[in-house]
């Protein structure tokens, strides 16, 4: 298994819709995204978008200089599956960027369903089934500096290729087993809009906190940053780790 895959770095519109468009025909691609805290927004933001085909290169999309609008019709094209592990992650970043994915298949649950391991990381599962130990120093690196590395496009570029070998050696063992219709039933994503969300419980009125000292100020920057890490970590949105409101108590 090889260290490093080609890959196509992607930072003008036009180059990147041709390159997207010859994905169009393809029946599954790799998928992967990197983010970034967006202090501004209290929100994660897409810093890249890669999507790995079985044959050519891994197209690397820097989502900061390309018109997102640009990768709608793949991302929301019910005929290219898009196998991406913790998809659920990459769908909720996407839908905060307005995108509405339409056929990612997580190769998390699949795992789940065919293995019995330690640990289910891309990491964990891609030592079990390829005998390939990733790299995942880079998943905390700053995304949102441009430029960006070309050790970070590496690392973004193998994670999607890493992730469709996964899927394909997982279809194989899922087939063998008879378990391969139910646990890809089970493994698609659903797109979950944001307009119509659940209702929600009625919460008692809270306590407005007493302004910060100094020193509290200085703690609260240093559990927000405790948070981001773990963010980057765990593929969560910030907020799933620990809201702002609990911080402050804290």
């Not at 898009?82 to 298949?105: C, K, Y």
Request: glycine letters at 4%.
């Amino acid at each position: 298994m090889p260290d490093e895959c080609s890959y196509l770095y992607l930072t003008d519109t036009d180059e990147a819709r041709a390159a997207l468009d010859r994905l169009s025909h393809e029946e599954i691609v790799g998928f992967d995204t990197e983010t970034y805290w967006e202090p501004t927004s209290n929100h994660s933001r897409v810093s890249l978008v890669q999507l790995a085909p079985h044959t050519g290169q891994v197209l690397v999309v820097d989502a900061l200089a390309v018109d997102i609008e640009t990768l709608r019709p793949l991302i929301e094209s019910p005929e290219v599956r898009m196998a991406a592990h913790n998809a659920r992650f990459d769908e909720r970043m996407l839908a905060g960027e307005g995108l509405r994915p339409a056929s990612f298949v997580d190769t998390l649950r699949l795992a789940r369903a065919a293995l019995r391991l330690p640990s289910y990381s891309l990491a964990g599962v891609s030592a079990h089934l390829l005998g390939l130990e990733l790299d995942k120093s880079f998943q905390k690196s700053n995304w949102r500096r441009r430029p960006l590395t070309r050790a970070q496009l590496q690392y973004a570029a193998m994670d999607a290729r890493v992730s469709l070998q996964v899927y394909d050696e997982l279809h194989a063992i899922l087939s063998e087993q008879g378990k391969l219709e139910q646990s890809l039933k089970a493994a698609a994503i659903e797109f979950k809009s944001e307009e119509s969300p659940a209702p929600r419980k009625r919460r008692a009125p809270q306590v407005p906190l007493r302004p910060l000292t100094e020193e509290e100020r200085k703690t609260l920057g240093a559990l927000k940053k405790w948070r981001l890490a773990k963010s980057q970590e765990l593929r969560q949105p910030a907020y799933m780790i620990c809201a702002d409101r609990t911080l402050e108590h804290l």
